[in-house]
């Protein structure tokens, strides 16, 4: 589990006194009911891990008010061990994936708050490797039910802004091109391609850039963003994000409410 780094939006308190507030509010018979608060913030603005070995059933979940957003997602053997049953590794075990493995995760999983699968290979089709270990790992976020869309064509900026104290926070970019969109950022000089072509990496290059900020700029394009298309494709960005509080900042404040 990954948190995301705290940032200055919290005006007047530095880190050093925010724990120190922090420390004395934890000793106090307030905390039982900040507890469950705190906790369904730190679900909110933290990535999550959740792996399973093949047989075993995976578990994603989110607390109310706020639905699965899946990052990247891998089922097949890899250079880490997972499972018990792995061999030990060798020059000979090579890694195998499934490539339709988040396109269906994001079909069974995305947008629900509670999602359970059964891990084997038949979920995913063809089996990558025959006779392997397998695990199905999974890294995903919970999206608030109030959040913001954004789609900015390729040669242009995005531009993100929240009002103080709120800063952005992002769940979901994919940058490329999706069936259907023929009226999102057409071209005059290509068609579109009859398939799909998306980089879901995008997410980590404007989460770099922008998450827990209250203003950023990205620029679209091939130069940020690994261009998943073929030459001469117009791409676009499509976003999902919120305006909120990051938890040391609501900690803080409920705090200063307190004392």
């Not at 250079?79 to 195998?96: K, R, W, Y």
């Not at 960005?237 to 200063?256: A, K, Q």
């Amino acid at each position: 589990m990954r948190v995301m780094s705290w940032t200055r939006p919290c005006h007047g308190l530095d880190w050093n006194h925010s724990l120190f507030y922090l420390t004395l509010l934890l000793w106090t018979r307030r905390i039982n009911g900040l507890a469950d608060f705190s906790n369904y913030l730190s679900r909110i603005i933290t990535s999550h891990t959740a792996h399973a070995c093949d047989g075993t059933p995976l578990r994603l979940y989110c607390p109310r008010h706020s639905t699965i957003s899946i990052q990247s997602a891998f089922y097949g053997s890899g250079e880490v061990q997972l499972c018990t049953e792995d061999p030990p590794p060798g020059p000979h075990n090579h890694s195998c994936s499934a490539l339709t493995t988040l396109q269906k995760l994001l079909a069974e999983c995305q947008n629900h708050r509670d999602c359970q699968l059964p891990v084997n290979h038949l979920l995913f089709g063809k089996d990558p490797c025959p006779g392997k270990t397998k695990y199905l790992h999974v890294d995903y976020k919970c999206k608030p039910s109030e959040h913001k869309t954004q789609v900015v064509c390729d040669g242009e900026s995005m531009i993100l802004r929240c009002k103080t104290p709120k800063v952005l926070i992002i769940y979901a970019a994919v940058y490329g091109r999706g069936l259907g969109q023929t009226d999102t950022c057409p071209s005059l000089q290509t068609r579109p391609p009859p398939f799909e072509c998306l980089n879901h990496e995008a997410v980590q290059v404007v989460s770099k850039s922008c998450y827990s900020k209250q203003k950023c700029v990205v620029a679209v394009s091939n130069q940020t963003f690994r261009d998943p298309c073929f030459p001469g494709t117009r791409k676009y960005l499509s976003l999902l994000y919120s305006c909120g509080r990051t938890l040391s900042c609501v900690l803080i404040h409920i705090i200063e409410i307190q004392a």
